[in-house]
């Protein structure tokens, strides 16, 4: 990690105080957030948490922002009761407690829910989204589960890559140009990677002047210099997932 006593600031600039317009439901062995709206559709995104969990509100205002553009949403509790990280933890104690919640290890999940998602409420095309730590288990999803029609990592640490970089769907990769966890190094050499291997569409982009956590953050309120990036982070996102879903 590029710095150790805080491996992860994605609690810079406030979180939301924001209560949910979905609700909590229980698939198979997962607890989860679902949003789904009005409308019928056939259309479902998975959202994948951040290092704080599943009931982060950021985490789910972005849920029920997915549903206001029309799809049926859902976070699970990836981390399935393990306890999510809180701002009182030891910083220090934070590579020991990743070792029990990996990134690359939530197939079995992703699983249930994809079922639920197509037998409980009808979705027909799925994407996924995932910020952070989610951003990473996108990557590894992107690169391994070819029932997921689209992606979106939101400055998900780099790996996966190391072995292939031949993603199974279009994927779409968000970046802070400050981010100090991703050394913007990292991501050029992804990008060549891509470039070499991958078949389907892909895009990279990186936000200037954002850090890390930037879009699922209510960070106008102390720096209304981001506030057009954030918004920019948010439009892109959407716009990619209704162009391959």
């Known amino acids: 990690m590029a710095n150790e ?10 979180r939301f105080d924001y209560g949910g317009r979905g609700q909590e439901v229980q698939v198979e062995h997962i607890k989860a957030y679902v949003c789904k709206p009005s409308a019928n559709t056939e259309k479902a995104v998975i959202v994948i948490h951040d290092i704080f ?6 985490t789910r205002y972005m849920v029920d922002m997915l549903t206001t553009n029309g799809y049926i949403a859902i976070c699970p509790d990836f981390f399935v009761g393990q306890e999510a990280w809180k701002l009182s933890n030891d910083w220090a104690s934070f590579n020991d407690w990743l070792k029990t919640r990996d990134s690359g290890k939530i197939d079995k999940e992703v699983d249930v829910v994809l079922k639920y998602l197509r037998e409980q409420c009808g979705a027909k095309k799925i994407g ?14 992107m690169l391994k589960n070819p029932q997921l029609k689209t992606g979106v990592s939101l400055y998900g640490v780099i790996r996966f890559f190391e072995d292939r970089s031949s993603l199974l769907n279009p994927t779409f990769f968000i970046f802070a140009e400050k ?6 190094e990292q991501v050029t050499l992804l990008e060549q990677k891509l470039k070499q291997n991958c078949k389907v569409d892909y895009k990279v982009k990186i936000y ?3 850090t890390h956590g930037f879009v ?18 948010r439009e892109d996102m959407i716009n990619w997932l209704n162009k391959y879903l």
Request: one cysteine or more; a negative charge.
């Open 5 to 14: 006593l805080r491996p992860c600031p994605c609690d810079i600039g406030d």
């Open 53 to 58: 969990g599943w009931q982060l509100p950021n």
């Open 128 to 141: 996924v989204i995932g910020f952070c730590w989610g951003g990473a288990a996108v990557q590894h999803l």
């Open 179 to 184: 981010d100090d966890h991703i050394p913007l």
């Open 208 to 210: 200037p002047g954002q």
């Open 216 to 233: 699922h953050r209510k960070r106008e309120d102390i720096n209304p210099q981001d506030k057009p990036y954030i918004e920019e982070g």
